[in-house]
Nanobody
């Protein structure tokens, strides 16, 4: 049984930072592409960042490029997302996802497994 468990969300002031973590179990973590998505109230789930299983290449949404950093530790089955220079528009539930489908990598349809989400709230 595959499980993805996120942690690290919270309330932070604009300009602040948070670090989200996602621990995976029940899958061969090192062979999965890992990603973070987010969903704000009344909006569709959107891609934030991904890190490939092979070589660890990363891709970011334009809205977070230069502010967020995704990383993975295959020895600990963990993927992390460092959120810097947070803005009120970053407020959302953040989801960790694992997938193997080839393309499109930034589509939620590329991911087989999802966590339950962790809330990030940025106050102005």
């Amino acid at each position: 049984q595959v499980q993805l468990v996120e942690s690290g969300g919270g309330v932070v002031q604009a300009g602040g930072s948070l670090r989200l973590s996602c621990v995976a179990s029940g899958l061969t973590f090192s062979t999965y592409r890992m990603a973070w998505f987010r969903q704000a109230p009344g909006k569709e789930r959107e891609f934030v960042a991904l890190i490939r299983w092979c070589g660890g290449a990363t891709v970011y949404a334009d809205s977070v490029k230069g502010r967020f950093t995704i990383s993975r530790d295959n020895a600990k089955n963990t993927v992390s997302l460092l959120l810097n220079s947070l803005k009120p528009e970053d407020t959302a539930v953040y989801y960790c996802a694992a997938g193997r489908l080839i393309v499109p990598e930034s589509s939620s349809r590329s991911y087989n497994y999802w966590g339950q989400g962790t809330q990030v709230t940025v106050s102005s």
